[in-house]
């Protein structure tokens, strides 16, 4: 048992201590560990960052100095059992809450997306582990045990389950620093791996309450009262799981516009939180499932969200999860270390290891997944982290095997852990070497890809344009990974955002939402009420990300959204243009740095970008200004309203699209993105292909062979719009029209002819289009530099019946020599 320190001779430290069953004075030692941890655990990641490494290393390896300190000595005697009962709670404690954090922050629509392959990756990994196991249990039955197991079977299934499981603590920890959550194969590995523990989870729970009930010293009642225990945790986590949203929903409502919700509304969720994710503790089985669940289950939009992550966040990753790895390391006990304890340590890490690295060689074929990815995948998912997730004091109580097993097991996890680091250094190299050198462009997007986008915006009013803009690239929203917000906010607005949550009042607290320092709302709670506004009406999870815009450094935020997009791997960038419109239809540059941060967006993104010229105060069709679910529903309940058909069909519509196609990539890109609309139920697609006379005669004039001839030479315009229309015009999914033009007044009266017809023209950049079409509009292009002469045209028309104007730049990949 733990020894206790008593303070005095006449005051029990006990009923002093904040947590039942834990003196003061020993509460006071873990505490110095867990600063000492956190020291020691910085210092070592000043190196090892250099190299990729995770944090989690660091803290291992912190763990295993302090633990060689004394300190843990210091606590109890040197014995693996009572270091668990000492470091139990804070262990669970961890546990549960940052599981509660992933369920959280896990994107939902994008493991939906990769169900199939996460199925696969997992069934063909635990399937191996586990015949691995059972294979050669027999075989390690002399390194485990030094006296006789009670049935062998029941040392196989242990051992079973010890072999299989991964930690997914570890490996979501590490994904989530590195970066690796928002890439396909990062997801997979995250999901591959806490489906993974949670079967190991459930195996255990079965095996422990099975093995109780043919027990023969307390009797079958045992076992039977174990499985009622059982029945009774999985009633009280469906449950929570069935009241969690009803009960948040009610809580965003009392909060609405606000940034965080109030005080005792944030305490009543974080208790809850804490009781609903004890209670299978408190019943003998693990309560990690029932708060990942819940972290599921949890909505995303609202105040509630935001003020849970950010009232836990800080204190578990800056300070539990610190500790939690640290006793990794600090169970290590080298007095007792000997060649009978490290080789079965060594044996069991590479049986691990050889049983994962099985799986996934057998599953990549079938996922068309490289075999060194598959590989190296399996080395992450042989993460084992804590004995205590394998239920060792049941082991042990019953007799599976000797106590110098758990000091094996201890080796064995540790390794697992370390040996990781490089791996996952490897995997983060590769996926940002492969999104550098890939071509990030909406012409080369396939059907089954996932599109990855980060749309800016720099204020509230500004922001539903850009919202509904982003709504109608989705058609099917359940699979769409996370849209990324990024607000870029004045740094005038810098003082009251930085208000602490205490000092902030609620609306229905002085009738007029005023904070202590006399400001209104600040600009990042405005832009939380437009983003939670678009997440319920439209299914789109919404990540807001709020940065201060340095003001005259327009370079400076040019790299930031640069870097955002680069961090969440994005394909599609949305901007707003610098040209606004004012009330009367004029279009005039309000803030003359936005045309400097647009012109370091175009010159250095890592994939396409759009720029948005919205027309708010337009007068034709209806307004960006709404999600299309909402606008449908508003049109249908007045019954007025223009009605707005499909260009193929007599089916109403809530957009009519046009795209502009002259040539080049940029026009190609801005078709790509007009197909994608397309498949909206809600737009109705017109493309305009400008073409010369000259040429048009002679096309038209050609022979079919020669037709043929000319797409084999390789006319990647002609492809592309001959794919184009074979899937959309031929299918009445979009019109395809074609404008002769002869002079350059041809082309400013049919684009400007434009007004009134579309709600969205899309339009590639100038520079790649054929001089020919725009031989002559040279005032335009020197109007508009960053934009081209045909988008330029389209941006300054100053009716108020034209439509919004994007203007498509597709990615170009600079090849270092």
Request: with cysteine; aromatic share 6%.
């Amino acid at each position: 048992m733990a020894r206790s320190y008593y303070i005095c001779s006449h005051i029990d430290p006990l009923a002093l201590s904040p947590i039942p069953g834990i003196a003061l004075d020993t509460l006071f030692l873990v505490a110095i560990q867990a600063l000492a941890v956190i020291l020691v655990s910085k210092f070592f990641h000043l190196f090892l960052r250099r190299y990729n490494q995770p944090s989690v290393i660091s803290q291992i390896l912190a763990g295993v100095v302090v633990g060689g300190m004394g300190l843990r000595s210091a606590i109890v005697h040197v014995d693996v059992d009572n270091v668990e009962d000492m470091y139990g709670g804070y262990i669970s404690a961890a546990r549960i809450l940052y599981m509660f954090l992933v369920g959280l922050d896990m994107d939902i629509a994008a493991l939906r997306h990769a169900t199939h392959r996460c199925v696969a990756f997992t069934y063909a990994t635990v399937a191996a582990s586990l015949l691995l196991a059972a294979v050669v249990s027999s075989g390690m039955y002399g390194s485990m045990m030094h006296s006789p197991v009670k049935t062998p079977e029941l040392l196989a299934a242990t051992l079973m389950l010890a072999l299989t499981n991964t930690s997914s603590i570890a490996v979501a920890r590490i994904a989530a620093e590195l970066k690796l959550t928002v890439t396909e194969n990062g997801r997979l590995v995250v999901a591959a791996g806490i489906a993974t523990n949670l079967i190991c989870i459930l195996g255990d729970g079965v095996l422990s309450s099975t093995t109780r009930a043919k027990g023969k010293i307390e009797g079958v009642a045992r076992g039977e009262h174990q499985i009622r225990k059982g029945f009774l945790a999985l009633a009280v986590a469906a449950g929570a799981v069935w009241m969690v949203r009803p009960a948040v929903t009610r809580i965003n409502k009392r909060n609405v516009g606000q940034h965080h919700v109030g005080v005792r509304d944030l305490a009543v969720m974080l208790l809850a939180i804490w009781f609903v994710g004890n209670i299978p503790q408190f019943l003998g089985f693990d309560g990690m499932p029932t708060s990942f669940a819940l972290g599921l289950a949890f909505p995303r939009e609202g105040a509630a969200a935001r003020s849970v992550a950010d009232a836990l966040a800080p204190p578990v990753k800056g300070i539990m999860l610190p500790f939690y790895f640290a006793t990794i390391g600090m169970r290590m006990n080298f007095n007792s270390m000997s060649g009978a304890i490290i080789v079965p340590g060594v044996l069991i890490t590479l049986l691990g290891l050889f049983g994962k690295a099985i799986g996934a060689a057998a599953v990549a074929s079938y996922l068309s997944m490289p075999l060194s990815d598959a590989l190296r995948f399996s080395v992450l998912l042989n993460i084992k982290g804590h004995v205590d997730t394998m239920n060792m004091k049941f082991a042990k109580s019953e007799g599976v095997w000797a106590e110098q097993a758990l000091y094996a097991m201890i080796i064995g996890n540790l390794i697992s852990t370390l040996v990781a680091g490089p791996v996952v250094a490897v995997v983060r190299r590769k996926e940002e070497e492969a999104y550098r050198t890939r071509h990030q462009a909406m012409e080369s997007l396939g059907a089954e890809q996932e599109l990855h986008m980060l749309a800016c915006v720099h204020s509230a009013h500004a922001a539903p344009g850009m919202l509904s803009l982003v709504e109608l690239l989705v058609s099917e929203p359940q699979e769409q990974p996370a849209v990324h917000v990024l607000h870029l906010f004045d740094v005038g607005e810098e003082r009251v955002v930085r208000i602490p949550y205490h000092q902030r009042i609620r609306d229905d607290d002085d009738g007029g939402g005023r904070d202590e320092r006399g400001g209104g709302r600040d600009a990042v709670t405005r832009m939380n009420t437009i983003v939670d506004l678009f997440s319920r009406a439209t299914g789109i999870w919404f990540r807001q990300i709020d940065v201060v815009c340095r003001g005259g450094a327009a370079l400076d935020d040019a790299g930031a959204v640069c870097r955002a997009a680069e961090g969440v791997h994005a394909r599609l960038l949305l901007a707003p243009c610098h040209k606004e419109q004012r009330y009367d239809g004029k279009m005039w540059c309000r803030l003359g740095g936005r045309r400097e941060l647009n012109h370091g967006v175009l010159s250095r993104a890592p994939c396409t970008v759009g720029l948005l010229v919205d027309r708010p105060y337009r007068n034709s069709g209806t307004s960006f200004n709404v999600p299309s679910s909402v606008a449908a529903e508003a049109a249908a309940t007045s019954g007025g309203g223009r009605t707005l058909l499909h260009p193929c069909s007599d089916r109403a519509v809530t957009h009519v699209v046009a795209a502009v196609f002259f040539g080049g990539a940029d026009d190609r890109e801005a078709v790509s993105l007009a197909s994608r609309l397309a498949e909206h139920p809600s737009i109705g697609l017109t493309v305009f292909r400008f073409v010369k006379r000259s040429t048009y005669d002679s096309v038209t004039s050609a022979k079919v062979d020669e037709l043929d001839m000319a797409f084999q030479e390789g006319d990647v315009d002609e492809r592309f719009l001959w794919r184009f229309y074979e899937r959309y015009a031929a299918t009445e999914m979009a019109m395809y029209v074609e404008k002769v033009v002869e002079r350059p007044a041809d082309v400013e009266e049919t684009l400007a002819g434009m007004a009134g017809m579309f709600s969205l023209v899309i339009v590639g950049r100038g520079g790649r289009q054929p001089p020919e079409l725009l031989a002559g509009l040279e005032r335009w292009a020197d109007a508009g530099g960053e934009m081209g002469p045909a988008a330029e045209i389209l941006a300054s028309n100053d009716s108020l019946e034209m439509g919004s104007v994007l203007v498509m730049q597709q990615h170009t990949v600079v090849i270092k020599q």
